[in-house]
T-cell receptor, first 112, second 116 residues
Framework: ETGVTQSPTHLIKTRGQQVTLRCSSQ?????VSWYQQALGQGPQFIFQ???????GRGNFPPRFSGLQFPNYSSELNVNALELDDSALYLC???????????FGSGTRLTVV | AQSVAQPEDQVNVAEGNPLTVKCTYS??????LFWYVQYPNRGLQFLLK??????LVKGSYGFEAEFNKSQTSFHLKKPSALVSDSALYFC??????????????FGTGTRLQVTL
């Protein structure tokens, strides 16, 4: 079975720009979550998608938005990038009857 | 609100010695508890989880963790440390209330340094 894959692995954006990060969930998993991990900190929950709808959100502003597609893959979109958005963005998937989460390797976003 | 505390920023241990990485948690209901390891510039790798059952949970790479409900702790242990175990370790908790999104709340991480 394939794990969680994220793309791109790294990218650099300018303040004020918009960015889209992508995630393919592990085979058989229908729920995708996104986390932001700032340098030296633990991952922080951004939001979760199940059946193409957001069903939970952390303390992040509306400029963080997402999508989930029928094949359970997902996108994280961030508008009006700020310097503090620089972080490792992690995608995780899980499925019914599976209590754990499989994480991808992350996308390192640098905002300059 | 659920929370996790990892009281040690760093743990140093000699190779071959036992190691313990501490974690305490707070949730409103019964917890689902996890340990993940992160190597530099990498994502999170799953080590083990406690859902229910035996308080001693065995996981990957020889790691185990002991769930203690009265002390609300879930310490990670390994009988004999390896230099290759050096990494950043995260404890995480999920509230098993099905009415909430199944988010994980992570601790701030503990850096394990194993030396020869």
């Amino acid at each position: 079975e394939t794990g969680v894959t994220q793309s791109p692995t790294h990218l650099i954006k300018t303040r004020g720009q918009q960015v889209t990060l992508r995630c393919s969930s592990q085979s058989g998993h229908n729920t995708v979550s996104w986390y932001q991990q700032a340098l030296g900190q633990g991952p922080q929950f951004i939001f979760q998608y199940y059946r193409e709808e957001e069903n939970g959100r952390g303390n992040f502003p509306p400029r963080f938005s997402g999508l989930q597609f029928p094949n359970y893959s997902s996108e994280l979109n961030v508008n009006a990038l700020e310097l503090d958005d620089s972080a490792l963005y992690l995608c995780a998937s899980t499925g019914q009857g599976y209590y754990g989460y499989t994480f991808g390797s992350g996308t390192r976003l640098t905002v300059v | 609100a659920q929370s996790v505390a990892q009281p040690e920023d760093q743990v140093n241990v000699a190779e071959g010695n036992p190691l313990t990485v501490k974690c305490t948690y707070s949730v409103s209901g019964n917890p689902y508890l996890f340990w993940y390891v992160q190597y530099p510039n990498r994502g999170l790798q799953f080590l083990l989880k406690y859902i229910t059952g035996d308080n001693l949970v065995k996981g990957s790479y020889g790691f185990e963790a002991e769930f203690n409900k009265s002390q609300t702790s879930f310490h990670l242990k390994k009988p004999s440390a390896l230099v290759s175990d050096s990494a950043l370790y995260f404890c995480a908790v999920r509230d098993n209330d099905t009415g909430t999104a199944s988010k994980l709340t992570f601790g701030t991480g503990t850096r394990l340094q194993v030396t020869l």
